[in-house]
């Protein structure tokens, strides 16, 4: 995203700072365009254990990355429905509308494939708190705080799925999910994401994966990710949580042939049949908020 080197550089970016202008339908695809390309940036970040990207489909047999970019570009206009939408101080019941819309387009681009319902979600808030007036200039931190201000007690009176795998696991295993972390602002993204991006970008500032792994892996290390559990139980999850510490307190992606122990732990993953796909969300709304929080 704006954080990665290339990203910073995207033309569009340039463009859009130096025009104050900016307002209305304009702003609303710009910042579509930003979260469709955080999407991006998610699916190519390498290695991500059980995940699928450029080189696999991790421990999917579902889809590919052609699923994934074919799912990114049927949601992107939605996203920026949702930023217009944020301008009118809108209610849930208006975000939501437009969310099942774009899980819609996404189920026929992906012939009947769930290839981001939790991205949809997620960046799809943040994308609404974008468009409220007088959130320009703001920190991603505090973007992603505005999510919770804005919308957290509806989200948190909002019944949990008993439909997704990954609202039947939060019910199962008592754990918030992703409505949760929305709910309060996204508090993991601030305390762990965040910082890690940043962290990696400090080690190898010309290696844009080396900041999206080092934040993949710090969120992987604490998230009660519904994936895991649905896939893996709670031993599951354990055991993914174990891993991604131990590659961190190697000293990340700061240490010699960490690529190389990134790629053991996916390779594990997939034999375990593992996937994280709410850190791959948060990552993506790691990326989203980061280059929000870079503009002027």
Not at 74 to 90: E, H
Not at 161 to 175: I, W
Not at 239 to 263: E, H, I, Q, S, Y
Request: with cysteine; charged share 20%; glycine share 12%.
């Amino acid at each position: 995203m704006c954080g990665d080197p290339t990203l910073r550089d995207d033309p569009r970016l340039t463009a859009s700072v130096a025009d104050r202008g900016l307002a209305g339908l304009r702003w609303a695809v710009f910042v579509a365009d930003l979260a469709h390309a955080a999407l991006i940036a998610e699916l190519e970040t390498w290695p991500k254990p059980g995940l699928v990207s450029l080189v696999d489909s991790g421990s999917h047999d579902d889809m590919d990355a052609d699923t994934l970019r074919r799912s990114a570009a049927a949601i992107r206009p939605f996203f920026a429905d949702l930023v217009a939408a944020g301008a009118r101080n809108p209610e849930m019941a208006e975000l939501r509308a437009i969310g099942l819309r774009a899980e819609t387009a996404m189920m026929r681009a992906t012939g009947g494939i769930n290839a981001h319902r939790g991205a949809i979600f997620s960046l799809g808030l943040i994308c609404a708190a974008a468009g409220i007036r007088g959130a320009g200039g703001a920190s991603a931190e505090a973007r992603a705080e505005a999510v919770g201000h804005l919308w957290g007690a509806a989200i948190a009176r909002a019944p949990v799925s008993t439909v997704t795998h990954g609202g039947r696991a939060a019910r199962r295993f008592g754990v918030g999910g992703a409505s949760a972390e929305a709910a309060a602002g996204f508090p993991t993204v601030r305390a762990v994401g965040l910082p890690a991006l940043r962290f990696g970008r400090s080690c190898a500032a010309h290696d844009p994966d080396a900041a999206r792994v080092q934040s993949f892996f710090a969120l992987l290390a604490v998230v009660d990710d519904t994936n895991l559990l649905h896939r893996g139980g709670a031993d599951g999850l354990l055991a993914a949580r174990a891993a991604a510490a131990t590659f961190l307190d190697a000293g990340g992606v700061a240490a010699p042939a960490w690529r190389d122990r990134a790629a053991a732990v996916h390779r594990a993953f997939v034999a375990a049949r593992l996937s994280p796909g709410g850190c791959a969300d948060l990552l993506a709304a790691t990326l989203l908020l980061d280059a929000l929080g870079s503009l002027p």
